[in-house]
């Protein structure tokens, strides 16, 4: 009787000890699909894209850059309707605006499946039911969907022209015009370099992966803590190139400077600029 007993007892926690590393496996296989799927590292990758695209400027693309008028090629801009040209603009600022809506919406939701369905695979069920199974595969379904969702919204790509652009008699063939949002990467202070000193400062700014800038930028300053009978010292600056001297400031001041791109014709979406405070010193 004893000896039954014993032998009952080793069955029933050898088939708990196979049933719990059955379990294990399944918790440790799913957790390896969610990283497939959306791994941590893949995250931080889609925060910082969406970060960037939110601080970058977004500008229309005009194909052919240049038209031949029957005599000679001009500029293909030059020959556009300006209503027209300025509803497509107005276009590719809904367009940009609904893009970055979408993108921070979807990393949002990507998160949130992604938290769901590790906790869910985590959770101390002591069991791995076919319906639990069915379930996490659809949430990982879904997960990649979100995927694809996020990577497909964040490339840019063409707008879609209702009206003819060019509206002249000139031309026997009018020429086909294709139009594409584009980005240029934000332009920010070298927060090492800049620096204030008495009555004046010299400011120095970058943009990553280009050496040399050719783009045209404005640079704003004003002056912060002002007291009750003062007048705000402000200003601004159109630069080209990558570094500013401002003279004439005053001594023991705050400023705050800004910079962005200078506007151009083409230019859709520049709701960000880079920032600095610097306090000038003691005469």
Same mark, same amino acid.
């Given at each position: 009787?004893?000896?039954?007993?014993?032998?009952?007892?080793?069955?029933?926690?050898?088939?708990?000890?196979?049933?719990?590393?059955?379990?294990?496996?399944?918790?440790?296989?799913?957790?390896?699909?969610?990283?497939?799927?959306?791994?941590?590292?893949?995250?931080?990758?889609?925060?910082?894209?969406?970060?960037?695209?939110?601080?970058?400027?977004?500008?229309?693309?005009?194909?052919?850059?240049? *038209? @031949?008028?029957? +005599?000679?090629?001009? $500029?293909?801009? =030059?020959?556009?309707?300006?209503?027209?040209?300025? /509803?497509?603009? %107005?276009?590719?600022?809904?367009?940009?605006?609904?893009?970055?809506?979408?993108?921070?919406?979807?990393?949002?939701?990507?998160?949130?499946?992604?938290?769901?369905?590790?906790?869910?695979?985590?959770?101390?069920?002591?069991?791995?039911?076919?319906?639990?199974?069915?379930?996490?595969?659809?949430?990982?379904?879904?997960?990649?969907?979100?995927?694809?969702?996020?990577?497909?919204?964040?490339?840019?790509?063409?707008?879609?022209?209702?009206?003819?652009?060019?509206?002249?008699? *000139? @031309?026997?063939? +009018?020429?086909?015009? $294709?139009?594409? =949002?584009?980005?240029?990467?934000?332009?920010?202070? /070298?927060?090492? %370099?800049?620096?204030?000193?008495?009555?004046?400062?010299?400011?120095?700014?970058?943009?990553?992966?280009?050496?040399?800038?050719?783009?045209?930028?404005?640079?704003?300053?004003?002056?912060?803590?002002?007291?009750?009978?003062?007048?705000?010292?402000?200003?601004?600056?159109?630069?080209?190139?990558?570094?500013?001297?401002?003279?004439?400031?005053?001594?023991?001041?705050?400023?705050?400077?800004?910079?962005?791109?200078?506007?151009?014709?083409?230019?859709?979406?520049?709701?960000?600029?880079?920032?600095?405070?610097?306090?000038?010193?003691?005469?």
């Amino acid at each position: 009787m004893d000896t039954s007993i014993s032998v009952t007892s080793v069955n029933t926690e050898q088939d708990e000890g196979e049933r719990l590393a059955a379990v294990f496996n399944y918790q440790k296989a799913y957790l390896k699909l969610i990283d497939d799927h959306l791994c941590m590292a893949t995250l931080k990758d889609f925060e910082d894209r969406l970060d960037l695209l939110r601080k970058s400027n977004f500008f229309i693309t005009i194909l052919p850059k240049k *038209t @031949f008028t029957g +005599l000679e090629y001009v $500029k293909t801009e =030059l020959l556009l309707h300006p209503q027209r040209y300025k /509803h497509m603009k %107005e276009m590719g600022t809904d367009q940009t605006k609904m893009q970055l809506f979408l993108l921070e919406k979807y990393l949002e939701e990507m998160k949130e499946r992604r938290s769901e369905l590790v906790e869910m695979v985590q959770a101390n069920e002591g069991e791995f039911s076919l319906t639990k199974q069915q379930t996490l595969n659809q949430d990982l379904s879904g997960l990649g969907k979100l995927v694809n969702d996020f990577q497909n919204m964040s490339v840019r790509g063409p707008l879609h022209i209702k009206h003819q652009l060019i509206v002249t008699t *000139t @031309f026997h063939h +009018l020429p086909s015009l $294709k139009l594409f =949002l584009n980005t240029k990467r934000p332009v920010t202070f /070298h927060r090492s %370099e800049s620096m204030a000193f008495d009555n004046w400062t010299f400011l120095s700014w970058h943009v990553s992966g280009h050496r040399l800038l050719t783009d045209s930028f404005e640079v704003h300053f004003q002056q912060l803590n002002l007291q009750s009978n003062e007048e705000a010292h402000s200003g601004v600056y159109t630069v080209e190139g990558n570094t500013l001297n401002i003279d004439n400031l005053l001594p023991e001041k705050t400023y705050q400077f800004s910079i962005r791109r200078t506007k151009t014709c083409n230019q859709v979406y520049d709701e960000w600029c880079d920032i600095i405070t610097l306090s000038t010193r003691e005469v």
